[in-house]
């Protein structure tokens, strides 16, 4: 800023037409006019404390843009805008501009105007992130926390008033998660107690119980807990009973938290309610939501791929193999892996064009209404991968299986089954002969593979889903892989889907290989047929699904590479069709 006492005056100048007639026609007025309304349009971060105000629309004038001369009458802004949040803007500007003692000063001034402003009239609970960005600045000397708890007892008394629309609430939270007015847990805790058995508000009831637990009255906070558990469950009854898909949307939000409370209680607090069974039954009434969702739901209605062409190409190929062996060949090559690369750029592409559908949360409801699966945050990964790029490759894993199954696996299977009459003994020699098969789980390969050979190929995939965990547990551990957890003097095998999480994986079985099994047994956003395998949750319904026999396929394909990593037998002409 300048030192010339004729530049700070004609600058002062500006800023007061710019105040008083923002369609001031003097160059000063205009700039000083579009520096205000450029800081007043300014998207507020409050939690980033390099820059923590950003351009909202594309003309105006952004922080880093402030040249000294704007900065100038920034600082007399500051001083002498009627406005308080414009006031606030510009002292912080000036602070995150300034260093050493003015920055301080700047700092204390941000707060000070801030205190003043928090019981004025027209302060607005949509004016929580400037308090949110006060807390972020304060602490940098006494005089400055001394502000700063002037601030938390004011938004106290906002709470207590309260604020219309339940933004005391909101207050409340964000103070409570930012870890503030603990001196004041003890009366919030019981202010939201009280107007929540008044009103049976659930949001109130759940603030008073994380008050008491901050204020370390663990009783209280129980007793609080279990009321909040019966309330969300006594109103997602009466919900399920509407019928409603849309209600039993909320309500199975509604009964995961009753359920989160529960968890967070003692045993002994639950005898002394008689609630020791409350957890079974909101379980039951989050099925019961689950219900209501699969009886609205509909099947795929989207015509699959028409794939008769290459399946004719395939069929006429084995007809006119030289040799069995050669039929099996083209059978097993018939069909190339997922390609990872291209599977991953198209799930990309689809979410770039689509975010509000990829991104959207999902959940997984069996056919009992029990949810086995949720999708997590967007910003999560799953195998190296975004969750929502993931659970779109998923959903295109899925239409993979469920047309390559019917139209070219099943026809080619018949063709080679009626021509090549393999026996248990001849597939118990092609695991013996496989250089990815340990050598003790030949005889239990090979039998499955021929259960599925003859047909039955349910019988086939529940015998094969812990032989492919067994296969990669040991290539993993070949590699170097830890493959085990040792605790407290006992080591238990880590499951498949921790071992598929290994990024060893793609090394000793091939990228393309490791997907199809992170797809089929992975858990997160695909059928997790190793999950349903292992705890019994496959009804003979899945008899009729395309999953047996692509798992028997795909296994038969794996076993017979020649070495780790192929993918296996020498492609066909078919394969390159494909």
Known sequence: MTDDPMDSERWRDAAHRALASPAAEDADARRAAKIVSSVKDYFLHPADRVTPYRPWWPDDI???DLTDEDMEIVSHLAGIADEWRLRIRCLDIIA????????????????????????????????????????????????????????????????????PDLHYISFSRFLREDKRLHRHASRLAARFAFSARGRRSTLEMEEAAEWALIAGDRAHAEELLLDLAQLLQQEAESRIAEGRVDSAAYVS??????????????????????????????????????????????????????????????????????SAEHARIIFLSALALADYDFEVAAAKTIREKFPLVTDVPRRTVEKDGRISAMSGRKEQDAFGVRLPVWHQMMRSHTI?????????????????????????????????????????????????????????????????????????????????ESTSRYRDGVEDENSLPSLLGSAKLDEVLDVRMAYELRALFGGIGGPNLRHRTAHGQ????????????????LTWKFVSASRPGEEGPPPSPAASSD
Request: aromatic fraction near 8%; include cysteine; charge should be negative.
């Open 400 to 480: 993979r299986v469920s047309t390559v199954v019917p139209q070219i696996l099943e026809p080619t299977w018949q063709q080679l089954r009626r021509s090549d009459r393999l026996s248990r003994a001849d597939f118990i020699d092609i695991a013996s002969a496989s250089a990815l098969v340990p050598p003790d789980r030949a005889r239990s390969v090979g039998t499955a593979l021929f259960y599925g050979y003859v047909g039955d190929f349910f019988t086939a995939f529940q015998l094969l889903v812990p032989q492919i965990e067994n296969l990669v547990r040991h290539r993993l551990r070949d590699a170097g």
């Open 96 to 163: 995150l501009r300034a260093s050493g003692g003015e920055r301080v000063d700047a700092t204390l001034a941000v707060l000070v105007v801030l205190r003043d402003a928090v019981s004025a009239p027209d302060f607005r609970p949509t004016d929580t992130d400037l308090i949110a960005r006060a807390l972020a600045l304060g602490g940098l000397s006494p005089s400055h926390k001394s502000v700063l708890e002037e601030i938390e007892d004011k938004v106290v008394e906002l709470i207590f008033a309260p604020l």
């Open 62 to 64: 952004g922080p880093g």
């Open 253 to 322: 939000n509604q009964l995961g938290l009753a359920y989160r409370c529960f968890l967070r209680t003692s045993v002994r607090a639950r005898r002394a309610r008689g609630l020791e069974g409350l957890g079974d039954e909101l379980t039951a009434a989050i099925r019961r939501a689950g219900l209501v969702f699969l009886t609205h739901s509909t099947t795929r209605s989207a015509p699959l791929p028409d794939l008769t062409a290459l399946t004719d190409h395939i069929l006429a190929q084995m007809s006119e193999a030289t």
């Open 538 to 553: 496959l009804p003979d319904a899945e008899e009729d699904s395309p999953y047996p026999l692509y798992v028997w396929w």
